[in-house]
C-alpha cells in the first residue's frame, strides 16, 4: 500500500485522492498537497480531542445544518485549548481611525417609474414626451398605466442601493439630476421603463460608536484565527518532531505508526540496542558508525540519537515518506529506518578512480 508522511502522519495514497476533490487547485499535485496536509491537521486535532476525552457535542450554524461528530470535536479542542485576548476599546479605536476609507453608509437613491409592455414602445416614447411637459402627472399616469404594482403608489420604487435595479434602467437613473425624468423611456426584459430619480443621498461615514460592535468582533474573530493557526502549527511541530507520529488506516481511523523514531531519540536505553543490532545485520555499517563516533567524542548509541535527531529536526515530508517506504515490511521498521538513515548520512568513502592516458 503506497503511503505518504504529511508533517508527522503517515497517510494512506487512497485516502488523499479520495479527499482531492474537496480541495480544487491549479495542479493535481497542488490539489494532492492540499487534501494530504487537510488529512494530517483534521487527524492530529480529532486525536487530542481523543487525549482531552472529549466527545461530541454537535451544534447547529445558522443556516440550521448540524455539525456532523469530527466538525464538533474540532470546534471544541479549539474552545478548550485556545483562549485569545478580546480586543480592548483602545485597539477597537486605533483599528477605526487607520482605515478612513472605510465604514461608510451605502449610497442610497429614491426613484419613481412606470412599467408599459415591450409591445408598447410608440406609447413610451409619447408618455415621455407629456411628463416632459407635465412632470407633476407622474404619479396619475403611473396609477392609470403602470404595468407594475408600484404603479398603486404612484410608481414609487422606494430607497434603493446601487444594485437593486436592472443595469440598464439604474445606469439611466443614476445619469439623471434629482427630481428629473429621465428623457426617453428604457428597454429592458421587463418592458418599457420611464424613469424619474427623485433622490439621492450621499454615503456617509459611520461614528466609531456605530460600529465599535462590529470591529470588536471582526478583531475577536480574527485573533480566534490567528490563534488556531498558531494551535494546528504546534501540533504539527511536534508531530513531526516524532517522525511519524500515527498512521491513518484505510477507513481513516487513527492507528500506530509504522515506524517512529521520538522514542529512540527521547528514550538512550532504546539506541543502545542498535549497536548490538547493527553487529549482527551490518557489521560494515556499525563500523562506520563507530569511526564516526570515536572521531567524534561521542559513543555509538549517542551518535545514533544525535544522526537521527538532525534528521527528524531537517527531513521533509519526502524524505519521510521515502523513509518509510524504504522501512515497509521489515520485522522491526523502527531499526530499519535507523538503519537507513545512517546508511545516507555516514556514506562511506568515495573510493579514488585512476584514468590510463596513454601519451601521444
Known sequence: MEVFVIDGVEIPEKLIRDEMPNHPAPTQAEAHRRAARALAVKALLLRRAGELGLTPEPEADDSGRLETGEEALVRQVFARELTPASPTDDECRRFFDARPDNFFTPELYEASHILLPETARD???????????????????????????????????????????????????????????????????????????????????????????????????????????????????TAKSDGVAFRLGEAGDIEAPSLSLGTLVGDPRIAARIEPWLAAVDPELLSRVSTSAASQGRTVPDLVRHE?????????????????????????????????????????????????????
Open 123 to 237: 406609447v413610451a416614447f409619447d408618455l415621455v414626451r407629456q411628463l416632459l411637459a407635465e412632470p407633476g402627472a407622474f404619479a396619475g399616469l403611473a396609477r392609470g398605466m403602470s404595468h407594475c404594482p408600484s404603479g398603486e403608489v404612484g410608481g414609487s420604487l422606494g430607497q434603493l442601493q446601487i444594485g437593486d435595479l436592472v443595469a440598464e434602467v439604474e445606469d439611466a437613473l443614476l445619469s439623471t439630476p434629482a427630481g428629473a425624468i429621465y428623457p426617453e423611456p428604457i428597454a429592458s426584459r421587463f418592458g418599457w421603463h420611464i424613469v424619474r430619480l427623485d433622490r439621492r443621498v450621499a454615503r456617509q461615514r459611520l461614528p466609531f460608536e456605530a460600529v465599535h460592535e462590529r470591529i470588536r468582533m471582526h478583531l475577536e474573530s480574527r485573533a480566534w484565527v490567528a490563534a488556531s493557526a498558531r494551535y494546528v502549527e504546534s501540533l504539527l511541530d
Open 308 to 360: 537521527v535527531r538532525d534528521f527528524l529536526d531537517h527531513a521533509d515530508d519526502e524524505a519521510f515518506t521515502q523513509l518509510v517506504s524504504a522501512a515497509q515490511g521489515a520485522e522491526d521498521p523502527m531499526r530499519a529506518g535507523v538503519r537507513c538513515i545512517l546508511k545516507t548520512r555516514l556514506a562511506p568513502p568515495a573510493k579514488k578512480s585512476f584514468t590510463l592516458i596513454k601519451k601521444a
